[in-house]
């Protein structure tokens, strides 16, 4: 994600940037020089020190100092940076239209693109009732909108634009914490005036005055760049995704390296099993069989196999994906840890790609503090048949007094308060790629280096 590889990118010179996947925007950069010393003195913002600033700083040799954001890398080597238009337009015009220009023809090539890959998309799925009904919809957008592009009516609303220039161009570049990112991120959803130019404390000052908060998830972002191409592999990722939510979607949940399917049965058992972890590890999982009695056998786990980098979840999670026919998955998995109490929940979209390797292509992870009371969540625990199922398991053997209950309890309520929170941001990353088959590109990791 962009998000991960802004992460990795901060305290590091622009040499250490790492690759970062995605379509290649071009900007004519031979250019560069020409339209900055052309446009200079026209309506130029005058520089901020970047420690003051909310936004990021890239100062090109011989050309402009741009704020806004760095996503990073381009396949290609260059560096990739997202500027509002609106700033774009009034502190380098001549910069900015030939950003405009060249933005709406990478527009077209992108819909040319993505035409042939719907009506490939269509042919190997005739008859997928919902997911049918969406394709058709988008093949006739993707034309409306392809026409009007021909015909020059079309109209890009996207309020930021996307510049690359190569590597040795960058002078400079500073990338701000993940806070204050967060807090212009917030200030261009407003939007607020001259967020480019203002210190971060000073927009945080009047995003507290409107009691808006700041924006943590940085591929908000991406809902704000234009239509661009976008790789084989991440067509690939939003392929499945879509397919997902509107064809076949496959969960699955575990604790370290098991894993299992949770269909319409098993989702009965979530609440039992988020309690029967912290009990074995109470017991030292001598209640293995009784408990696994006590929760739907159709929720057993899937034995653990072999999976690149350690990962041995993966090997069975593929398989059973493989087996259910689709092409991505979501998988949670809990980890609950009695010493530091402490429970974190992880969750990932998993993605099969034209090699046969499945790999993760968006995760996050909540954690959560075991001392905090919640109460709503505890008494729902309590109340569940499935729980209750396995607290009167281990007060029948004798091992599980009162104290342990109350433990147990609360390690499944700040376990379920994670999952609510990791799931709000799955759905949120997964309702941006419904919109349409054209919207942000799908934020694809950067490869691993080798080693």
């Known amino acids: 994600m962009f998000g991960s590889i802004i992460r990795a990118m901060r305290g590091t010179k622009v040499s250490d940037l790492g690759p970062r996947r995605g379509p290649r925007v071009a900007l004519a950069c031979g250019c560069w020089l020409v339209l900055f010393m052309a446009g ?16 990021d700083v890239i100062s090109v040799k011989g050309g402009p100092r741009l704020l806004g954001a760095v996503l990073g890398r381009e396949e290609n080597g260059q ?60 093949a006739d957008r993707v034309e409306q909108d392809l026409q009007r592009l021909q015909a020059g009516r079309y109209q890009e609303p996207a309020p930021f634009l996307l510049l690359d220039f190569p590597q040795s161009r960058a002078e400079r570049v500073v990338v701000q914490t993940a806070a204050r990112r967060a807090v212009a991120l917030a200030a261009w959803q407003v939007p607020l005036e001259r967020v480019e130019t203002r210190t971060a404390a000073s927009l945080t000052q009047e995003l507290k005055q409107r009691q808006l ?16 191409p ?13 397919e997902y939510q509107l064809r076949k979607p496959f969960d699955l949940q575990g604790t370290g390296d098991l894993v299992f399917p949770v269909g319409e049965q098993a989702a009965g058992a979530q609440a039992g099993r988020l309690i029967e972890g912290v009990v ?24 653990a196999g072999g999976g690149a980098g350690g990962e041995k979840w993966l090997a069975s999670a593929s398989q059973a994906a493989a087996a259910a026919d689709v092409s991505g998955f979501r998988v949670t998995r809990v980890d609950q840890n009695l010493e530091a109490q402490q429970v974190s929940v992880e969750t990932r979209f998993v993605v099969r790609f034209s090699d046969g390797a499945w790999r993760t292509v968006w995760s996050h992870t909540e954690k959560g503090d ?39 309890l609360r390690f499944g309520a700040a376990t379920m308060d994670c999952q609510k929170q990791a799931d709000n941001r799955f759905f949120r990353f997964r309702d941006r790629y419904l919109q349409s088959l054209d919207g942000p590109v799908f934020p694809m990791a950067p490869p691993a280096k080798a080693k």
Request: proline content about 6%; some cysteine.
């Open 40 to 55: 200079q003195g026209a309506g130029a913002d005058k520089p901020v020190p970047a420690a003051e600033l909310a936004v």
């Open 79 to 138: 560096l990739a940076v997202a500027v509002r238009r609106e700033w774009l337009a009034q502190t380098h015009p001549q910069l900015y239209d030939a950003s405009q220009r060249d933005t709406l023809v990478q527009c077209e090539a992108a819909l040319q693109t993505l035409r042939g890959r719907i009506a490939d998309w269509r042919k190997a799925r005739p008859a997928e009732g919902e997911l049918a009904a969406f394709l058709k919809q988008e």
């Open 213 to 228: 908060a700041p924006v943590t998830d940085p591929d908000e972002l991406l809902l704000m760049l234009p239509v661009r």
């Open 230 to 242: 976008e790789s084989e592999s991440a067509w690939v990722a939003r392929r499945a995704l879509v």
């Open 280 to 303: 074995k590890n109470l017991t030292g999982g001598g209640l293995q069989g009784l408990l696994d009695q006590a929760l739907d056998p159709s929720a057993r786990p899937q034995a």
């Open 370 to 408: 075991t001392t905090k009371v919640r109460g709503d969540l505890e008494q729902q625990i309590q109340q569940d048949p499935q729980v209750r199922q396995v607290l009167e398991i281990v007060k029948a053997v004798g091992l599980g007094g009162d104290e342990q209950v109350k433990l147990a």
